[in-house]
């Protein structure tokens, strides 16, 4: 069973990333610098590389 921490630490980062490419590529408005970005992408993937079942989820939970 996977604790809820990181399941709302997923969708913590999920949203993040999720608000910070529409802002990007949608409004041509970065929120943040590409490290920051990458940061937050490489911790979604490791936690995802480590409880696969959250792998599934959609980018766009809210």
């Not at 709302?8 to 409004?27: C, G, I, M, S, T």
């Not at 490489?42 to 599934?56: F, G, P």
Request: hydrophobic share 40%; proline share 2%; net charge negative.
């Amino acid at each position: 069973m996977i604790a809820k921490e990181i399941k709302e630490q997923v969708k913590d980062l999920k949203n993040k990333l999720h608000r910070w490419n529409h802002a990007y590529y949608v409004l041509d408005d970065p929120e943040v610098d590409d490290a920051v970005y990458d940061a937050a992408m490489r911790e979604l993937l490791e936690i995802e590389n480590k409880y696969s079942d959250l792998a599934i989820l959609n980018m766009s939970v809210k």
